[in-house]
């Protein structure tokens, strides 16, 4: 499309936008020489932040750009919570995929098992795809749950301002976690191809990848310590 711009309205200049973040299987969101040398590339980048330049210039050089604000994310930064709280609560969001929810809620359940025996006893609080709405094996499975698991109906959003740690999948919400300081356990699945959420450049503090019971309960342990003895503060982690 650029290239039938340049030729049929060659006064026009070409403004391109490259969003979102450093994922190294997100190979076509990067230009490349390729594309430079055949012309196609647009005359101005629009990028969101300075940290996105280097993303920009991973495979060519791009000299003409331009800093806007990342109005899509805007929300987060306006709903940003600095309120202290007491409670290490742990919000779960599930993926499309029924299976592979199954899968990582058998696991959490376990693992919250382990925990109880140390006289600990966290608020799991369940954030359903909306997917799962009329789905009936689901809803069974929903009907056995822990007396300390509660299903929120609540936006995503307000449930992070009281939030210790997020345990997810492949998702985007990894992503919104993290901005509000909120460390995120990804559930890796081990039966299929693996897309990682979390771009190049984040703080290893910010998240850790799990694969059964035994990696959920140990990571929710260490980051509830972190929570007693406020080692970190991941709110300024986050900003970075």
Not at 53 to 69: H, M, T
Not at 222 to 227: A, G, H, R, T
Request: proline share 4%.
């Amino acid at each position: 499309m650029n290239n039938k711009i340049r030729k049929y309205f060659s006064n026009c200049n070409i403004i391109g936008y490259r969003g979102g973040g450093d994922f190294n299987l997100h190979l076509s969101n990067y230009p490349t020489n390729f594309e430079k040398k055949a012309n196609i590339l647009p005359d101005i980048f629009l990028i969101n932040g300075k940290s996105q330049q280097l993303n920009l210039n991973k495979y060519c050089i791009i000299k003409n750009f331009v800093i806007i604000p990342a109005f899509r994310t805007e929300y987060l930064w306006n709903n940003i919570s600095t309120n202290k709280y007491n409670n290490f609560n742990i919000l779960i969001t599930f993926p499309i995929s029924l299976n592979i929810s199954k899968e990582i809620l058998n696991n959490i359940i376990k693992a919250n098992e382990s925990i109880s025996k140390n006289n600990l006893n966290f608020k799991f609080i369940l954030k359903l795809h909306p997917a799962f709405k009329n789905n009936r094996e689901f809803s069974n499975i929903l009907n056995f749950l822990p007396n300390n698991f509660v299903i929120s109906s609540n936006n995503f959003i307000e449930e992070l301002k009281t939030t210790s740690l997020l345990i997810t999948e492949a998702s985007g919400t990894c992503l919104e976690s993290m901005a509000f300081g909120v460390p995120v356990l990804v559930v890796k699945n081990t039966k299929g191809l693996f897309y990682d959420p979390i771009p190049n450049g984040i703080s290893e503090f910010m998240y850790k990848y799990v694969t059964n019971s035994i990696d959920i309960e140990k990571y929710i342990m260490i980051y509830y310590n972190y929570f007693l003895s406020n080692s970190f503060d991941f709110t300024n982690i986050a900003s970075v």
